[in-house]
């Protein structure tokens, strides 16, 4: 059995958590399945994105919390609740399942990842030095957050008692509470202070946050470490689909065409219109996007319009598509034309950017599980899976994660590699 089920709500989640076992030596299997097999796992640690963010958060719940019941009735030692680092989707209601579930009287919650400049200070969830309903993901079209307070945020969602805390200090006893209890933490060190007192008094057999205290989980339990693969040589090509909205990554795209990358804008009918990659005109149009790619060693392919998305929020109302709807459609979209695209002689290592496209792109060339390899650059991922009995490659990435000059910096990283 392994030691340790994460539970995400998303893909690029799933791996930017999943990867700091990874790069540890601990051996880590991501896979998209709330359903999946508990019990044939080889893996040390087994990440499941359960594909929830999205769902209202009753559903979200029953997910879960159904994954965390099979889970400890299967004798899963600990159970690691991973939440978006801006503190996206239906954290209370999965919060509050996964305490239920596990039959525990409380659970630690840490939402910080001070290496990314999110933290958590005196109960308030800061992006980068401003609240996070100031920051780019408050401001989020499809997932705006809305409180910067946590213990807010999760009793929107939540009947249970939440409760804030200062990090905990060395020899600091836990405070005697039930429900959800939030702590601070401002650094790395107060990430693992706090889990250390938590560990040491409680085993922690349930605990939630993002990446950040997932990163330090590895040295506070002790894990196995095996021999650590060291980085593959990477095809030099690279292409980046992005499907995000995020000001993040739109900045990244702008430094990155400053900087010499080939840009391609999809239209509103080739993201919107059902089976138009099926169609003739959209199979014509394939092809001229295969030589775009083909052409072009440092590509992009994106789904945001010049100026803003008006023209596709536009197309989207003429076809009766709402807000969630025009999601789904737009990634499902690139999931289609990746799949057309990569078989062909032009493509060489993907970047995919935000949860949404990694999942479509995935299921539209029939894979289900992803093997974290490394982090290229904080946040930013490198994954294997096997496609036509060949491994291949690709780099993930939250919308919302990596500096301006990314793409133009991972392009000589594989470079050199």
Request: aromatic share 6%; charged share 25%; glycine share 10%.
């Amino acid at each position: 059995m392994f030691q340790l089920l994460v539970i995400a709500d998303d893909f690029t989640g799933a791996l930017d958590t999943g990867v700091q076992f990874a790069v540890n030596g601990i051996r880590t299997r991501v896979v998209v399945d709330p359903k999946t097999d508990l019990t044939g796992c080889e893996a040390d640690v087994l990440v499941v994105d359960t594909e929830t963010r999205h769902l209202p958060p009753e559903e979200a719940a029953a997910v879960v919390g159904g994954l965390t019941g099979r889970a400890v009735a299967a004798g899963v030692e600990r159970i690691y609740k991973k939440t978006d680092s801006a503190l996206r989707g239906n954290v209370g209601a999965e919060l509050e399942s996964v305490l239920k579930a596990s039959g525990q009287t409380f659970l630690p919650f840490l939402p910080a990842f001070p290496q990314m400049g999110r933290i958590t200070r005196g109960g308030i969830h800061y992006i980068d030095g401003v609240p996070v309903t100031e920051s780019p993901f408050g401001k989020d079209p499809f997932e705006p957050v809305t409180h910067s307070a946590v213990t807010e945020l999760v009793r929107e969602q939540s009947s249970l008692p939440v409760s804030h805390f200062p990090a905990l200090r060395q020899g600091e006893r836990i405070p005697l509470a039930e429900g959800i209890l939030i702590f601070d933490a401002e650094r790395e060190e107060e990430l693992i202070t706090t889990g250390r007192q938590l560990l040491t008094q409680t085993g922690l057999p349930v605990m939630a946050g993002c990446a950040g205290f997932g990163s330090v989980l590895p040295q506070l339990l002790g894990m196995k470490k095996q021999e650590t693969v060291p980085a593959p040589k990477l095809d030099p090509r690279l292409l980046v689909i992005c499907g995000s909205v995020n000001t993040i990554t739109l900045a990244q795209l702008d430094r990155a065409e400053n900087a010499g990358f080939a840009r391609m804008r999809l239209t509103p009918r080739q993201k919107l219109e059902q089976g138009y990659w099926e169609s003739d005109e959209g199979k014509e149009e394939l092809k001229q996007i295969e030589a775009f790619v083909e052409n072009h060693p440092h590509a992009m392919i994106e789904t945001n319009d010049p100026g803003g998305n008006e023209p596709t929020a536009a197309y989207a109302g003429l076809l009766g598509l709402d807000r969630e709807a025009m999601r789904v459609r737009i990634a499902g979209s690139l999931g289609h034309m990746v799949k057309a695209l990569i078989a062909g002689p032009g493509v060489g290592t993907l970047l995919l950017t935000g949860g949404d496209t990694l999942l479509q792109c995935m299921n539209c060339i029939g894979v289900r599980e992803l093997e974290p390899v490394c982090e290229l650059e904080k946040g930013i991922v490198l994954a294997r899976f096997a496609w036509e009995g060949c491994p291949r490659y690709v780099i993930t990435k939250s919308g919302g994660f990596g500096q301006e000059q990314l793409f133009t910096k991972l392009a000589e990283r594989i470079k050199n590699s």
